[in-house]
């Protein structure tokens, strides 16, 4: 399934297909634009799922004193 790429300030028809990652200028407007494809079933940014994170430094506690 093809989707249309459009510029996200001017709205003008870039491309037309499937990506990964893409950088495009668009050559009406000049905007740079990014699309990155999300994958099925990856968390959102910003959502929480009730899980701590991995992230080492989530783990540390500073103590004050």
Do not use: V, W
């Amino acid at each position: 399934m093809n989707q249309d790429i459009r510029c996200t300030q001017c709205g003008r028809k870039l491309a037309a297909g499937r990506y990964l990652e893409l950088h495009i200028k668009c050559p009406r407007c000049r905007a740079m634009n990014h699309f990155k494809a999300e994958r099925p079933g990856a968390p959102q940014p910003g959502a929480t799922d009730g899980r701590q994170s991995d992230h080492s430094l989530a783990r540390r506690q500073t103590t004050l004193g």
